[in-house]
């Protein structure tokens, strides 16, 4: 039989709990002389209500499992009596049963596959200490995996058992390949984050934003945003740019409402989550516009934006994402802008995932919006948005949405934060495009060596790496299953888990031999879910 094609779990469906009745009979009643046999061929476990099952499956079947309990007294009580004795002061102990594999099956590979889970789960659980009472047929193999044997033998003649039991120091010095585990829960764990907001922040970004408040009155405040908006226009060539207090729905919203006093049609295109925002953003603020509107990833050529153009020349404005977040997706402006100065067009850009991340351009830009956070580096929290042209207020546009009342103002006419504003002046300070550049290229291809599945090539964002999961793995329980061990994937967005996809955002503070070391880890948990080799 082939164990690469396993994959492992906790029992929660009632036919694994079927089948696992039927593999305690055929281990603990035939094969181990423990019980006595039935005509039905099951054995269902005195514990089974308290058991908590790590499990092997080869498709439906499950051909090994693992159970754990917590409740006292544990069988070894009742065969030894005097347990307490033997446990450390303070343990705080599960106790390890049903232990079997099919013997197709059998091989220290699935057993420490098991214990893997098993580990996780107890950990995750805060046990201190597991207990087994282990055949003496295979206490070579518990060992192998960290078991210690204590107190005498127990069991009848014919079934003889070896109290044992496991510690995080034992198993992590059973085998190099679990140390991960046992780093997960001692406080020492590095968390790394792959969102894409929040991002990992850099320590002199964090120092900046715990400053004490200050009055965005205040003549300091005042020349803080002064140099802020000075290093966003040097950034991206744009002629003029506002920083409100909002997210990059807020500053696309402040987009539409200027769209909304050209008279004339639109063109808003999308091939994914957020080109679909901009449709609605074009919708809930009645604008007239076409779409050119493809499957998520289906690439946009500049034929068929031209090709509209052509048809109607009412169109004066094309809305369009820069980065498609939701796959890493990086249109092509330098090609769009030269299309729209061809047919007399203005661009607008929703840059909210690329400024910071690779280098923009928007001198020749009609309107263009991003955010504090994601590829600034900065805490979110802060909307921007870049203008070609001088824009004055409009009594026409709710007061909060007017990009003139902020041009009007120096970027405060209301409220602001100085706390975010000082974050985001320092993060502007340690942009690194080829770093991160650097860092995305290497990530992908390690995931490429080990045949992961990444949508697009180098010239997607750097920034955004997603991962197309095969169909017999779960992106939410891979999501999970790589947060337990610290690593922090996009994941959890209803537009991913619908395609089965998850991402790694490489924005923010990131460090290459970090990111390399957690895309080990990532790449041992893919193949774990395969059932395929462990990454060394």
């Known amino acids: 039989m082939n164990n690469d094609t396993l994959h492992y779990k906790i029992a929660c469906e009632q036919e694994e709990f079927q089948q696992i009745y039927s593999l ?76 079997s594999v099919k013997e197709a099956y059998r091989s220290t590979r699935v057993f420490y596959q098991l214990c893997d889970r098993l580990v996780s789960y107890c950990l995750d659980q805060g046990y201190t200490m597991a207990l087994i009472s282990g055949t003496v047929r295979q206490l070579k193999l518990y060992k192998r995996i960290g078991f210690l044997p204590f107190a005498e033998l127990v069991g009848e003649e014919e079934a003889r058992f070896q109290p044992m039991y496991l510690t995080r120091e034992s198993f992590e010095t059973s085998t190099k390949a679990f140390q991960r585990l046992m780093t997960r829960k001692t406080g020492t764990l590095t968390t790394r984050s792959f969102l894409p907001g929040p991002v990992p922040r850099h320590t002199r970004v964090e120092a900046a934003f715990k400053r004490d408040a200050t009055s965005h009155r205040s003549r300091s405040f005042l020349h803080e945003m002064e140099v802020v908006r000075k290093s966003l226009r040097d950034m991206t060539g744009a002629n003029h740019v506002q920083v409100a207090v909002g997210t990059g729905t807020l500053s696309n919203d402040m987009v539409a409402a200027q769209l909304k ?154 409220t602001h934060s100085s706390n975010l504003l000082a974050a985001l002046n320092e993060a502007l300070e340690l942009i690194d495009y080829i770093g991160t550049l650097n860092i995305s290229k290497n990530v992908r291809r390690r995931l490429a060596d080990e045949g992961i599945q990444v949508l697009g090539d180098e010239d997607y964002s750097p920034g955004v790496i997603t991962i197309a999961l095969n169909r017999e793995q779960c992106s939410r329980q891979f999501g999970d299953a790589c947060k337990r061990r610290g690593i922090l994937l996009s994941y959890e967005s209803e537009y991913l888990i619908n395609r089965n996809w998850v991402q790694v955002a490489l924005m923010g503070d990131q460090n290459e031999r970090e990111v390399l070391d957690a895309m080990t880890m990532l790449i041992r948990e893919y193949n774990s879910m395969l059932g395929t080799k462990v990454v060394k």
């Not at 009596?81 to 303070?90: A, F, H, M, V």
């Not at 809305?319 to 047919?343: A, F, P, R």
């Open 24 to 99: 305690n009979y055929q281990t603990f009643v035939e094969e181990i002389p423990q019980h006595e046999g039935n005509d039905r061929f099951m054995l269902v476990d005195k514990f089974h209500d308290e058991n908590t099952y790590v499990i092997a499956k080869a498709d439906d079947e499950v051909v090994g499992m693992i159970a754990v309990r917590s409740e006292r007294p544990f069988s070894l009580d009742q065969k030894l009596g005097n347990l307490d004795e033997y446990l450390p002061d303070r343990a705080v102990p599960c106790e390890i049963r049903l232990l």
């Open 261 to 414: 006093k050209i008279p004339s049609k639109g063109l808003i295109l999308s091939n994914g989550e957020f080109g679909s925002r901009l449709m609605d953003h074009g919708k809930r603020f009645d604008l007239t516009y076409h779409t050119i509107e493809k499957e998520w990833n289906e690439h946009i050529t500049v034929e068929e934006i031209e090709t509209v153009l052509q048809c109607d020349p009412e169109i004066k404005w094309l809305w369009t994402v820069h980065c498609e977040t939701s796959t890493g997706y990086l249109y092509n402006i330098g090609d769009i802008l030269s299309l729209c100065q061809k047919y007399n067009v203005e661009l607008c850009i929703d840059a909210c995932s690329s400024v910071g991340t690779v280098p923009v351009d928007f001198s020749q830009v009609f309107l263009a919006t991003s955010v504090s956070g994601k590829g600034l580096g900065s805490y979110p929290g802060l909307a921007i948005i870049f203008h070609r042209e001088k824009i004055n207020p409009n009594a026409s546009i709710p007061r909060y949405l007017d990009v003139g009342m902020y041009a009007l103002n120096k970027s405060v006419p209301y």
